[in-house]
Every structure is written in C-alpha cells, then in structure tokens.
Nanobody, 121 residues
Framework: QVQLVESGGGLVQGGGSLRLSCAAS????????MGWYRQAPGKQRELVAG???????NYADSVKGRFTISRDNAKNTVYLQMNFLGPEDTAVYYC???????????????WGQGTQVTVSS
C-alpha cells in the first residue's frame, strides 16, 4: 500500500557530496516525522538525521555541519544533502517516515529499501 523509494546513492570520492531523496507514495493519510538512518558493515543501524513536519531537525554528532535534511511536505519527500563525505560515511542509507496510511487510523513507521553510499579515500 505504501512505498518509500530512495535514490541518489552511489560512489563518491572523499570530500565530495551526494544528495539522497526519498519519496513516499501510496494511500497516505498523514505524515509526521521523516528521517534517515544508516548501517555500515558490522555496525548497528544509527540515526543520521530527522525532521518533524513542523521543520524541527536533529542530527547525529558525526554529521553535524556536513549533512542537511530537508523535506517537501506537499510531495511527501525527504532529502539528505551530504557534504565533505569521508570513508566513515560509507553505509546503506535508509529513509523512514511515520505515517497514517489507508484506513488504519494508526501511526506506524515505514522504511525504504536502502541506498548504498560508498566513499573512497
């Protein structure tokens, strides 16, 4: 019923930039928080950045000043601008959205399929 589709991942040299996008589609009734997580090989999934529907943001300490989260509420889309990338940013990046869908009338968190970001040194 609902899909979160990420795009924008890939291979980039250290110091470079990438912009991830994630669009939610389907029988969406309402969207609140949207965000990005990442999981590097052998590590736990961690929050990278989050954004409320009102525009409040929070970031992992490791990405503050380098990454910027934004969203287009009309399009149910969240973005992650990543600058000054380093090898430590290599991971699969997942978007999330807390939504009410269809006739459920309850809030649930939905996940995208993930997009690989690889930063070469």
């Amino acid at each position: 019923q609902v899909q979160l589709v990420e795009s924008g991942g890939g291979l980039v040299q250290g110091g470079g930039s990438l912009r991830l996008s994630c669009a939610a589609s389907g029988r969406i009734v309402s969207v609140s928080d949207m965000g990005w997580y990442r999981q590097a090989p052998g590590k736990q999934r961690e929050l990278v950045a989050g954004m409320t529907s009102g525009g409040s943001t929070n970031y992992a300490d490791s990405v503050k000043g380098r990454f910027t989260i934004s969203r287009d509420n009309a399009k149910n889309t969240v973005y992650l601008q990543m600058n000054f990338l380093g090898p430590e940013d290599t991971a699969v990046y997942y978007c999330t959205a807390r939504m009410v869908v269809g006739s459920t009338r309850v809030w649930n968190t939905y996940w995208g399929q993930g997009t690989q970001v690889t930063v070469s040194s």
